[in-house]
């Protein structure tokens, strides 16, 4: 499709688990974002790529969350060890350059037990 | 400012009405300006931006106007319907390798 595709759209697993998220940007996008969206709340900067590198991963929450992209194209978010707290909406976006329009996905929806 | 933590403020508004909804921004270098409408269970969609040459800018039905002297950004939707109802951000960056810093939101709720 045209859009930022995540996957999977809603993922349910139990405490201690990891979990792999996976965003396909925009073809041609250079710049990709991962958020956290918490129930009735703003965005979470997570982290962001210009190309495959990651200039700013200061807002990863703690050691178990990391990331990485491949070809300048797909991005996987990974949670390891997963706790309940790490339940939200976890959105990915991309752009052509950083400092331009970010259009976002609709998300993965992860729930832990 | 980041959107982390916060529950969201509500503006409710008559079905018809004019909506203002506003932002205020930190960093008096930024020089780009976007607002996003994110509706239930979707990711944010692009609404409309502003560069820092312009004060005013409009869309279809929206408008947003730019203070830059308080550091404050609005967006105006006319005849406001249902299909409004959602959250809004704003979001900010100054030239340069740096991304947007969104908001942190404002739920419009509309009543018919």
């Known amino acids: 499709g045209a859009g930022v595709s995540q996957s999977p759209s809603n993922k349910v697993t139990e405490k201690g688990k990891d979990v792999e998220l996976r965003c396909d940007p925009i073809?041609?996008?250079?710049?990709l974002y991962w958020y956290r969206q918490r129930l009735g709340q703003g965005l979470e900067f997570l982290i962001y790529?210009?190309?495959?590198?990651?200039?700013?991963k200061s807002g990863l929450p703690s050691d178990r969350f990391s990331a990485e992209r491949t070809g300048e194209s797909v991005s996987t978010l990974t949670i390891q060890r997963t706790q309940q707290e790490d339940s939200a909406v976890y959105l990915c976006?991309?752009?052509?350059?950083?400092?331009?329009?970010?259009?976002f996905g609709d998300g993965t929806r992860l729930s832990i037990l | 400012g980041e959107s982390v933590g916060l529950h969201l403020p509500t503006l409710s508004v008559q079905e018809g009405d004019n909506s203002i909804i506003n932002c205020a921004y930190s960093?008096?270098?930024?020089?780009?300006f976007i607002w996003y409408k994110q509706e239930s269970g979707k990711g944010p969609q692009f609404i409309i931006d502003i560069r820092s040459n312009m004060d005013k800018r409009q869309g279809q039905r929206v408008t947003v106007l730019l203070n830059k002297t308080v550091k404050h950004l609005s967006l105006q939707i006319a005849a406001t319907q249902p299909g409004d109802s959602a959250v809004y951000f704003c979001a900010d960056s100054y030239s340069g390798n740096t991304p947007l810093v969104f908001g942190k939101g404002t739920r419009l709720s509309v009543i018919a």
């Open positions: 790529f210009q190309g495959n590198s990651a200039p700013d």
């Open positions: 976006a991309s752009s052509f350059g950083v400092n331009q329009p970010q259009h």
């Open positions: 073809s041609g996008h250079t710049a």
């Open positions: 960093n008096s270098a930024s020089d780009y």
